[in-house]
């Protein structure tokens, strides 16, 4: 079955740091590909998507790209904020170019400092 | 705000008993989406309707029950609750079928005590 693997938290920062969250995938198929975050308290977020290989997804300064050849979709971000503290999902989903039944990360929770 | 609203936000409740989380999706959204968010299992699909019909089912217990009514809201109820059953669970819509994008609702704490 369909699994994603990311790297364990918490990751802590300081402001202005660059940012990479590790997240691997097994998938049968071409899924798609996604990044959700969770701020305190709500609920989960589309912070970016690639739908095919190769495919970089980008979003208020976060960019990931589609790597089939090594089955990943690392985050990154330049220069991290205080208010980018939150937990990231790393997601693929069953059927390339749906978001139907999402397989989810455990999560990374990332905590930036001043 | 994503336009989909779960009510309620909080709800305790003893083991043994049944609740039911209501799910209205954003308008203009036919697809909905459940999902459970725990510590030990992390966040599992759960189900998903699309226009009243079940469209796909994942790791729902056969205690846990959902449906979509005529005006596209959904609900999720769940019986005989036992402790692990404490979790965030949330609903998602998406305009089609095949949603290439799915908005979530900020959740439904269920605690079981």
């Known amino acids: 079955g369909n699994s994603v693997t990311q790297m364990e938290g918490p990751v802590t920062l300081s402001e202005e740091a660059f940012l990479t969250i590790n997240c691997t995938y097994t998938a049968t198929g071409y899924p798609s590909l996604f990044w959700y975050v969770q701020y305190p308290g709500e609920g989960l977020q589309l912070l970016l998507k690639?739908?095919?290989?190769?495919d970089k997804g980008s979003n208020k300064g976060f960019e990931a790209t589609y790597r089939k050849e090594t089955t990943s979709f690392h985050l990154e971000k330049g220069s991290v904020q205080v208010s980018d503290s939150a937990v990231y999902f790393c997601a693929l989903s069953d059927r390339a170019g749906t978001a139907s039944k999402l397989t989810f990360g455990t999560g990374t929770r990332l905590q930036v400092t001043l | 705000d994503s336009g989909v609203t779960q009510t309620p936000k909080h709800l305790i409740t003893a083991t043994g008993q049944r609740v039911t989380l209501r799910c209205s999706p954003r308008?203009?959204?036919?697809?909905v989406y459940w999902y459970q968010q725990s510590l030990d299992q992390g966040l599992q699909f759960l189900i998903h309707?699309?226009?009243?019909?079940?469209?796909a089912k994942g790791n729902i217990l056969e205690r846990f029950s959902a449906q979509q009514f005529p005006d596209l809201h959904s609900e999720l109820n769940l019986s005989s609750l036992e402790l692990g059953d404490s979790a965030l669970y949330f609903c998602a819509s998406s305009v089609g079928h095949e949603g290439n994008t799915i908005y979530f609702g900020e959740g439904s704490w269920l605690t079981v005590v």
């Open positions: 309707y699309y226009n009243g019909e079940e469209r």
């Open positions: 308008s203009g959204d036919l697809s």
């Open positions: 690639a739908t095919k290989a190769d």
